[in-house]
């Protein structure tokens, strides 16, 4: 393998590599990622052990783009996940998890958790609707449910939450709309969502894992149904090029159903886009000299986006497995691997970016780590970016104000997912200067 | 060692020497060429790497897989004839001297 440039040389073998559980207790792993993972940089660890399952932890910049991109380092098995979020049950309760069968079909439909050879051809089937001009193409849609949800929180007039109120109808009813699900069921697919979201907790309580799955599974069900049924109506294209495309797919183990792949698929065009624009917020809104530089000059409207994933990347990691013996920068990785790629803690290091901790909107684009990277770089990320960026030039322009009434919620701990506990806002229409 | 040259927006050149076999996209991304990204690592995935063939050179390269095509298809830049993108430009003998042009932005 290609030696990674910046990364140094590491031991010959993951034994020898310092244990993430030595350096970082792991209540304070769970309580801060972004801490805990500024702590090693200190160290100039960046590559570690994970003392809970012999697998690897990659805080690094270059070692992450470096894996990420390998050949060899693909998906974790759905059994895997299933297994190590069962286990997690058992581990904070002594409880026996059961009744995972909506989650275990969300996760097989889901292309982040399949293998070559299954995993170019459906990936494929998503992302050619995901590419640039197929997403500019919905910028239209996303002004107008941008503008709906802002006139409804201004009349609504008193403080309303930025992610429940803002963020996340905004998102949930773009989605439902391109993919025909009526518009009545948005508030309940986001509610859904909120629930579901117990699936990136640390250590689950028995409730928080009896919520999540019956969550999944009426989600499955409900997104699943709507989708069959404008399908069957036949006047949603994106629909009927998702399901041309799945019938494409002759292999075995590939998705079956059309609603149960869209369901699995756009989860996270529902719930972490959301969680990306209002993360985007908190931080632009942080300095109001930044928000009057964005709302005199348009122009920084992307910059500001990615400055905000950049340092609050929603989904902060997720677990790749290597499929054969992969060799990085000296060090073996046996085939069955689990490597935890801690995405946030990339965009922070300071090898590739000067202070990472600050929030810059003048800062040089530099190649992010939010959206993971290699063949399996998130396919959603130019939707993301033009929902992000829609929503962010709504709310910074002339007519608009935002008052944040604190910055001071602090981000929710114990999960995978960096999300503010509460973004309180007043929005007022104003007349434009 | 055959030579490539990168014609930047504003016009400006860099001429690299690539081994064979390695693509464009690494050897841009390697010497910082502006412009070429390589967000996906040479995938065809990302989109980030697009540059415009000059003639003679189109022709001696392989067909676009689907992957590249979607891509390609999918970028909000001009696409034009000699569109590629750099991760799947594997340098060879027959590409010595190859001149492609990096547009003004990515994606
Ligand atoms: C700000 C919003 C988003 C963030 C931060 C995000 C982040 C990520 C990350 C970190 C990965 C793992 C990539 C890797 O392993 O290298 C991923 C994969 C994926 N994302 Fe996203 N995502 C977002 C939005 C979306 C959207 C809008 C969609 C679809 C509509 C989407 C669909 C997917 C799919 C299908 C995969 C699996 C890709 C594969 O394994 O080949 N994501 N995303
Ligand atoms: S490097 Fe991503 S498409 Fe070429």
Known sequence: MRRSPGATDLPPSISDLPALSDLVPPDVWAADLVAASEGLFERDVRVLRDSD???????GHAAMRALAQHAEVGATPVEF???????????????EPGGAGAFDAFLRNQVFTMNPPLHAGVR???????????VMGAAGRAERVIAEVLAEVVAAGGPVDLARDVAGPYVTRFWTGQLG?????AARVQHLMHEMNRMFLFAPTVDDRARMLAATAEYMDLVGRTVARAWEHGDNALLADLARGLDGVDLPGGPAELGAFVAANFFDGFHTVGVALANAVHHLYADPADVERVRRDPS??????????????????TTRMAHADVEHAGLRIPAGTPITMVWIAGNRDPEVHDDPGRYRLDRAPRLGTAFGGGARICPGRNA????????????TAATVEVHVATTDTGWVPGSGIRRRAAIPVVVRQVAAA | MPEARFVGAGSAET???????????QAAVDNLVPGIIGDCGGYATCGTCHVVVDEPFRARLPTPSEDEEIMLEGLLTPVTAGSRLACQITMADDLDGITVHVPESQG
């Open chain 1, 53 to 59: 399952g012999g697998g690897l932890v990659v805080v």
């Open chain 1, 81 to 95: 996940l299933t297994g190590r979020s069962g286990e997690r049950v058992r581990r904070a309760t002594g409880a």
């Open chain 1, 124 to 134: 494929r089937v998503v992302g050619r609707h995901l590419v640039p001009r197929a």
């Open chain 1, 181 to 185: 699900i009526p518009v009545g069921t």
């Open chain 1, 300 to 317: 920084l409207v992307p910059a500001a986006f990615t400055e905000g994933v950049r340092l609050s990347a929603p989904l902060m990691l």
């Open chain 1, 384 to 395: 993301a970016r033009m929902l992000g960026e829609v929503a962010l030039r709504a709310l």
């Open chain 2, 15 to 25: 001429v690299l020497d690539v081994p064979n076999g390695q693509t464009l996209k």
